[in-house]
């Protein structure tokens, strides 16, 4: 019993070892780059892993979770090509929109007349949030920044930017 306990502790051990592999970059035929295990032919090697590791590593990232979140704002959209004109004057009157906004709108109101802000600050519905919408076509030189408390406009502050 005590031997057959020992042999499987032995193969276990023999499998769990970790193998080390060694990666060269060879130049091939026809100036084709090829990686293999082994060590490359005479004049063929254009790198060695083991000798001259890369100087970029790759960190694992830190989960969401465990940070608190900055705040976010959406990117730009790049203009599409063929992305057709009314799509766009259809953004230019939204954007021409914030300037009625006021006091007393739903959230859902402002989401639906605006569209999602382009900066976001806060989180908790109760202590008040901000949302920022920057300068557009439909608005130009003007920053629109609503501030949200229990799901509606508490305030409004349009500045210009230039």
């Known amino acids: 019993m005590r031997a057959l306990t020992s042999a499987i502790l032995f193969l276990l051990t023999c499998v769990a070892l970790p193998t080390a592999a060694s990666v060269f970059k060879c130049a091939a035929e026809k100036g084709e780059v090829v990686y293999q295990d082994v060590p490359c032919g005479p ?11 890369p100087a970029l590593t790759v960190i694992p990232a830190t989960p969401a979770a465990a940070a608190p979140a900055p705040a976010r704002s959406r990117p730009e959209r790049a203009e599409k090509p063929g992305r057709d004109s009314a799509r766009q004057d259809a953004d230019d009157r939204r954007a021409s929109e914030r300037k009625f906004v006021r006091s007393g709108m739903s959230e859902a109101e402002v989401l639906q007349r605006l569209g999602r802000p382009d900066v976001t600050t806060g989180g908790s519905q109760k202590a ?18 609503l501030t949200l408390q229990g799901g509606s406009v508490t ?7 230039r």
């Open 128 to 145: 008040g949030r901000r949302w920022a919408y920057l300068p557009r076509p439909g608005d130009p030189d003007t920053m629109t920044t």
């Open 155 to 161: 305030d409004v502050d349009r500045k210009l930017v």
């Open 43 to 53: 004049g063929r090697e254009l790198r060695n892993f083991d000798t001259d590791p």
